[in-house]
């Protein structure tokens, strides 16, 4: 689902149908020698190995092995102020029609209970190039085409590149600091995160980058995940470069990303309790809200609604987006505090204006359950 839309769509032309068609090979018991635009082939009856050469028409081979492929041959080259030649990659789940066997995938973000994932790569030195694992979502359950949102992790930058858009932040995820990039290349969204030195080699949860990428208002729960994929985006050289191990999983049958409101269980407990601290002033105040998770499951997402009393209007807020209808707040997670362990906590603040005498809001709300006060 890459690239040919990314370089025709920035020099304001379009991808005709027939451009993006697959040729499906065999299934890969030997190693499969690919020279073909879009040729491709399968490995362990489970993931498809594409050559996806899209933006050069020069040459590119690549060998299909039991666990991965190898560029064996690169005769393009692209200027590195735009897109690469090609995204020879391997991947789990549809790819313009071309489904992986047996695939469950595209899957409901909300179903999904688990996705993981392992890649190793072989590097090579004097070309320029980025090792780009791919993760893609559309608001259908689609199996052709380009989807609306891509997720990329640079596992490695060689050379002067950059991911679309422009940095937003960073962000923690896999064990491992990430440079968090946003933008769109005119056909569809795009969250990279880049690493800051080279990753040969990632065992993680493909749901914690989809969760941050829902919790920055990108998608919601009701999107699909349509597949997972993982290769190389080379500009200039790269014979050599290699993935030699790639395996992804995605269960179904679980909860919602974000939990559904919940019962209190007898004698009004609850699973959630709010710490609101506030100081005011003659025609301001300012508070500081924490969350405390006193449940025994993860809070994966969060929103908390309360109601101010008369008089009060938030103005900024910090660590949520907040928004004020009439007397009802509700505060939503940002990237970074929208998972809360069990016994761990949640904070965000905010100002406001005042008129007449202060009073803290007295009830809370968390995802639909009532909260204690502490």
């Not at 697959?22 to 489970?46: K, P």
């Not at 065992?203 to 208002?217: A, C, K, Y």
């Amino acid at each position: 689902m890459k690239r040919q839309l990314r370089a025709l769509a920035a020099a304001g032309l379009l991808v005709a149908s027939s451009l993006v068609a697959v040729a499906l090979g065999g299934s890969a018991s030997a190693d499969t020698l690919i020279c073909e635009q879009y040729g491709s082939t399968t490995i362990q009856g489970r993931y498809v190995v594409q050559n996806n050469r899209w933006g050069t028409t020069a040459q590119q081979c690549i060998n299909a092995t039991s666990n991965g492929f190898e560029i064996t041959t690169l005769n393009g080259s692209s200027p590195t102020n735009g897109a690469p030649t090609a995204y020879p990659s391997v991947f789990f789940g549809c790819h313009y029609t071309n489904c992986s066997p047996g695939t469950n995938l595209p899957m409901q973000v909300s179903q999904i209970s688990s996705a993981t994932s392992s890649i190793s790569y072989r590097y090579v030195s004097g070309a320029t190039y980025n090792a780009s694992y791919d993760i893609w979502l559309d608001p259908s359950p689609k199996r052709d085409g380009v989807n609306q949102m891509e997720i990329m992790i640079w596992l490695n930058r060689q050379g002067p590149i950059q991911p679309i858009g422009s940095v937003v932040g960073t962000t923690n995820l896999a064990g491992r600091t990430w440079e968090v990039w946003r933008g769109s290349n005119g056909s569809n969204n795009v969250i990279s995160y880049v690493a800051s030195s080279a990753v040969s080699s990632l065992n993680f949860s493909v749901l914690d980058f989809i969760n941050d990428t829902r919790n920055r208002g990108a998608i919601t729960n009701s999107w699909y995940l349509t597949s997972i994929q993982a290769g190389f985006e080379p500009w200039q050289g790269g014979v050599g470069l290699a993935v030699t191990s790639f395996s992804a999983n995605v269960n179904g049958g679980g909860n919602p990303t974000t939990p559904p409101p919940t019962t209190p269980p007898p004698g009004g407990g609850a699973s959630c309790a709010v710490k609101y601290t506030a100081n005011s002033w003659n025609n301001g105040f300012t508070a500081d809200v924490q969350i405390t998770n006193t449940g025994s499951s993860a809070i994966n997402g969060w929103t908390l609604t309360y109601g101010l009393p008369g008089g009060q209007q938030v103005t900024n807020a910090w660590n949520a987006t907040v928004s004020q209808s009439g007397s009802t707040v509700t505060a939503r997670n940002v990237g970074h505090n929208g998972s809360v362990a069990p016994g761990g906590t949640a904070s965000f603040g905010y100002q406001g204006t005042l008129s007449g005498g202060y009073s803290s809001p007295t009830s809370f709300s968390l995802n639909g359950a009532t909260c204690s006060r502490s």
